[in-house]
């Protein structure tokens, strides 16, 4: 073995063995997604948000508590018999309970609101795991391929620390100029420079995707899905649209709104109460009972609740207007998302069927060529230079068509998201 690769193969071994989890099992990409979830405080908020109104829909039906009254009735204040409670016989201690009854098309248009109002959180939820889920597989490609490009720069590295080596011995052996010497070590100290860079964007990689499922970062990735294929064709993402989490949410909330009309229109149904009182008089005096009832009476509906109506079902349109706003927005979201991984596919095509080829067999020339003293060896390095590119290249393009995939494949609904 060279020792240049002796020497990198030492190290290899090392920090495998130094390093915490480097062998650890293969981070895949649905592993990556179920932590994801698991950790996402965003989802663990919109689940509690979905928990809290699900206790309210029983509570909306639900007549208000009792209040209880108790005090004096007519104490004298003037006079001889002045805060005396026994001189005067309309004197009395009195206590009971009151109960307000609202109607019951208030009790029932205020469940359905609240009923409404959960259906908002559940697709809330929905529309927050898929973003997650679409975040998760962006940061997991975008690791995948920072590795791939790191490995491609790395191995460019190893040949260009052989290269110079080799050059180095034929200097001093009169069988290359010193030119050469000086092109070898240029081009080592170029490709050093790219790797350095090269791990700069794998490290910034891994922080964005431990910021999502935390220490599992670490783990070296497993076998990417193909992403050649998309799960869920376009055709039917598109017909589809109305039943996506981003869309539901505002057909939630625009049945929502219509809910509150609902609510404002039973304001001119009138609420009634009643009251039951105990007042003591005795012994002095007979005791005293009162039975009392009191009804809303809605005389001015249409300064007040007309008015409530009308508020309601501009909330409406606003709601309807919005959809139909977003359900644009949403369809050539999907138009354009297509268009970039049908083009991405495309590309990454090219680079595997044709330009990584040629550049393979440009390196190939061009080595020979030097070797047979009819080349330079600036040809050689740039030739060896412009293949580690291309690979590069190749793995820029197929990471924007894995951005273009998770951004198709996380629009439908999953089995998971339906309450």
């Known amino acids: 073995m060279h020792p240049v690769a002796r020497a990198r193969a030492l190290a290899c071994i090392l920090i495998s063995v130094s390093a915490p989890g480097a062998l ?10 179920r932590l994801g979830e698991a950790r996402s405080a965003r989802v663990a908020a919109q689940s509690a948000a979905v ?44 206590i ?9 098309d208030k ?33 997991w490609y975008e690791v995948l391929y920072a590795t791939r490009s790191l490995a491609a720069m790395t191995g460019l590295a190893d040949a260009a620390a052989l290269q110079q080596e080799t050059v180095g011995a034929a200097i001093a052996a009169g069988r290359a100029g010193a030119a050469d010497g000086f092109v070898a070590r240029s081009a ?15 490290a910034r990689a891994r922080i964005q995707l431990a910021a999502l499922i935390g220490p599992d970062a670490r783990r070296p990735v497993g076998a990417a899905p193909d992403t050649a294929r998309l799960p869920v064709p376009v055709e039917a993402l598109l017909a589809s649209l109305d039943r996506q989490p981003a869309l539901q949410v505002l057909e939630s909330r625009e049945a929502l709104a219509r809910s509150e009309v609902d609510v404002a229109k039973s304001g001119t149904s009138p609420d009634w109460s009643v009251e ?21 009476l809605p005389i001015a509906a249409a300064q007040r609740q007309d008015r409530d109506v009308a508020a309601s079902l501009a909330q409406v349109d606003r709601a309807r207007a919005l959809r139909t706003e977003a359900r644009r927005a949403q369809e050539a979201q999907i138009r354009s998302l297509a268009v970039d991984w049908e083009s991405w596919s495309r590309r990454a095509t090219r680079f595997e069927t044709v330009l990584i080829p040629l550049a393979r067999e440009r390196g190939e020339a061009a080595l020979a060529a030097y070797r047979g003293g009819r080349g330079e060896l600036a040809a050689v390095v740039e030739a060896r230079k412009a293949e580690a590119e291309t690979q590069i290249g190749l793995n ?24």
Request: proline residues 4%; without cysteine.
């Open 276 to 296: 039951f009182l105990f007042g003591q008089r005795s012994p002095y005096y007979s005791n005293m009972a009162t039975l009392m009832f009191s009804v809303d």
């Open 107 to 139: 009790r029932r248009a205020r469940g359905a609101r609240v009923a409404r109002e959960r259906a908002v959180e559940q697709a809330s939820l929905a529309l927050e795991r898929a973003e997650i889920r679409r975040e998760v597989a962006v940061a």
């Open 188 to 202: 080592l100290e170029a490709v050093r420079d790219q790797v350095i860079d090269q791990e700069r964007v794998l």
């Open 96 to 104: 009971g309970v009151m109960q307000e009854v609202p109607s019951s």
């Open 396 to 419: 820029n393009a197929l990471l924007e068509r894995a951005r273009a995939w998770a951004g198709l494949s996380y629009l439908a609904p999953q089995e998971e998201d339906k309450p």
């Open 51 to 94: 928990a809290a109104t699900g206790e309210l829909v029983e509570r909306a039906h639900q007549l208000p508590d009792p209040k209880l009254r108790f005090g004096l009735d007519n104490v004298p204040v003037s006079g001889a018999d002045a805060l005396s409670l026994t001189a005067d016989a309309m004197t009395m201690k009195r």
């Open 24 to 33: 650890a099992q293969a981070l895949s990409l649905d592993d990556a997604i």
